[in-house]
């Protein structure tokens, strides 16, 4: 079984910054593509950031310039540097990784269990 535990939410005021972690546990054989997802009440819930593999990123256009995705791939961890946040950046944060478990050589998506970040104006 394989687990994404995710830590770093909470509140924060306009302009200010936050880090999210996220790391992967378990029976792991491989690690493919390690990302964040966003899901704002009412909302579907949307890529954020993502690390397909080490190296390369892709970002939604609402955050370029201002998060940085990063992994350590010793650590299994995946982080979620966000700077001058906005308000209209307030979801709960979704940690998504694509694993191989050991015995597999194929790997499917799980998801951590959300850490919500809340910007005040």
């Known amino acids: 079984q394989v687990q994404l535990v995710e830590s770093g939410g909470g509140l924060v005021q306009a302009g200010g910054s936050l880090r999210l972690s996220c790391a992967a546990s378990?029976?792991?054989?491989?690690?493919?593509?390690m990302g964040w997802f966003r899901q704002a009440p009412g909302k579907q819930r949307e890529l954020v950031a993502v690390m397909p593999s080490p190296g390369i990123t892709n970002y939604a256009d609402s955050v370029k310039g201002r998060f940085t995705i990063s992994r350590d791939n010793v650590k299994n961890t995946v982080y979620l540097q966000m700077n001058s946040l906005k308000p209209e950046d307030t979801a709960v944060y979704y940690c998504?990784?694509?694993?191989?478990?050991?015995?597999?050589?194929?790997?499917?998506?799980?998801w951590g269990q959300g850490t919500q970040v809340t910007v005040s104006s």
């Open positions: 998504n990784a694509n694993v191989a478990p050991s015995g597999s050589y194929y790997g499917r998506d799980y």
């Open positions: 378990g029976s792991i054989f491989r690690i493919n593509a």
